[in-house]
């Protein structure tokens, strides 16, 4: 087989885009297989509009044999808006890595595959991570720093892996601190336990962060997908377009377990989401804290662990036919959610695909200027959307004390 970049080009397109869409979209996580993804209340391409009923339709009524019949009162509705996000993803091979694999076709196969797989694995861990953050792009908060390339996390750790490039902000900060720009993650620290610290690389000069700050993912500062804590944070006080605090039925329902989680806890909830906002629960994640507490009771009580196999090749305990699935990406380790996943859809204009550009000619493997690297990218224009937010339940303090 002759190996040059049309070959690669090809190979992108027909073999490694398909795999590396269906490998995001077969096990990315339980919840996000679960998630209809649909490109139906697309406008224009610029929002996503979904009309969403509000309680009951009110023509109903108990008359007389003879009388009027009710006043109509037809299903009341709420337009739910939100703009696309915009997700990208980054295939490149260097020029000394191909002219290495320009000679044998094997080789030019374990690159492709290699790339291809490095994308998928960072692909799916980033959607993990934006959909348990509130949208505002902020991965973790961090202690004040002075000069240092060593920077202390107080929240959000488990959002922080070697490799990333990040941004680092000044609390409060629109842009980054000086030299806070796109600085690699060199080293986490991130034992149980102790304190918890990154160090980011020396190819620029130190940072100062005063009192605190923040760090996001590069440039995703107040552009990530809607995540689910933006449902339980007070402090995102518009949602979807709708004013929670005038809007009741958009908040969802929250309860502490006071360190102690059981099946008669969890029932008690599941009773009362099915009775008050009429939602069935079928799905709930833990932290790795609650998940743990709730095993631990399970032996404690000698009661069967139920096991609960999921779609993608994922697999959990369970509470009964409820999965209970078990997510380091849970912004606190103690916390258990519970989901009726029917309502919570991720609304896209396409899924993932090749950037073409502007040229014309199809190719979507290029080289960089005046670096000696090639590059394809991947992009997809999504939303996570829940239509029934007063439907969803948070479980507070579920581990054990």
Same mark, same amino acid.
């Given at each position: 087989?002759?190996?040059? !970049? ?15 869409? *269906?490998? %995001?979209?077969?096990?990315? @996580? ?12 697309? +406008? #224009? ?21 003879? &009388? ?6 037809? +299903?009341?509705? +709420? ?12 295939? =490149? ?17 374990? !690159? ?14 980033? !959607? ?34 070697? #490799? ?5 902000? =000044? $609390? ?9 720009? @796109?600085?690699? %993650? ?10 918890? @610290?990154?160090? %980011? *690389? /020396? ?9 605190? &700050?923040?760090?996001?993912? +590069?440039? /995703?500062? =107040? ?55 009429? @939602? ?27 096991? /609960? ?5 994922? /697999?959990?305990? $369970? ?37 073409? #550009? ?17 590059? $394809? ?6 939303? !996570? %959307?829940?239509?029934?937010? &007063? ?11």
């Amino acid at each position: 087989m002759a190996v040059t !970049l049309t070959t690669a080009d090809k190979a992108l397109k027909q073999t490694y885009g398909p795999f590396t869409k *269906d490998q %995001i979209n077969s096990d990315t @996580s339980p919840f996000y297989k679960k998630v209809e993804q649909t490109s139906a209340y697309t +406008q #224009g391409g610029r929002e996503f509009i979904i009309g969403v009923p509000v309680g009951l339709n009110g023509g109903v009524s108990s008359g007389t044999e003879d &009388g009027d019949f009710p006043k109509a009162s037809g +299903q009341g509705y +709420q337009n739910f808006k939100s703009t696309p996000k915009n997700l990208f993803g980054i295939f =490149q091979i260097t020029d000394k890595a191909w002219r290495a694999s320009k000679g044998s076709a094997d080789a030019f196969v374990n !690159l492709m595959e290699s790339e291809a797989k490095s994308l998928t694995k960072t692909t799916k861990w980033n !959607l993990c991570r934006s959909m348990w953050q509130n949208g505002s792009g902020i991965a973790a908060t961090t202690d004040a720093v002075s000069s240092s390339r060593t920077i202390g996390i107080t929240a959000g750790i488990q959002y922080l892996e070697v #490799g990333l490039l990040v941004d680092i902000y =000044q $609390a409060g900060g629109s842009t980054p601190v000086t030299n806070g720009s @796109s600085r690699r %993650i060199v080293a986490v620290n991130n034992k149980p336990g102790g304190t918890h @610290s990154i160090v %980011i *690389d /020396s190819d620029a000069a130190a940072i100062s962060v005063n009192t605190s &700050g923040w760090i996001s993912i +590069q440039d /995703s500062y =107040q552009n990530e997908i809607t995540g689910v804590p933006a449902l339980f944070d007070s402090n995102v006080t518009t949602l979807y377009g709708v004013t929670k605090a005038t809007n009741p039925w958009m908040v969802p329902h929250e309860v502490d377990a006071g360190n102690s989680i059981s099946d008669g806890t969890i029932q008690d909830i599941l009773n009362y989401m099915e009775d008050y906002p009429g @939602s069935n629960i079928d799905m709930l994640y833990a932290g790795a804290g609650a998940y743990t507490a709730y095993y631990r009771y399970l032996e404690a009580t000698k009661k069967n662990v139920n096991v /609960s196999k999921l779609a993608g090749g994922f /697999s959990s305990i $369970a509470y009964g036919d409820i999965p209970i699935v078990r997510d380091k990406m849970v912004p606190n380790t103690g916390d258990m959610y519970g989901f009726e996943t029917s309502q919570w859809k991720f609304h896209q204009l396409c899924d993932w695909e090749w950037f073409e #550009g502007d040229t014309g000619d199809g190719r979507i493997l290029r080289a960089l200027p005046d670096k000696p690297v090639y590059q $394809a990218r991947m992009v997809k224009y999504p939303e !996570l %959307i829940c239509e029934h937010p &007063g439907g969803q339940v948070l479980i507070k303090n579920c581990n054990i004390a």
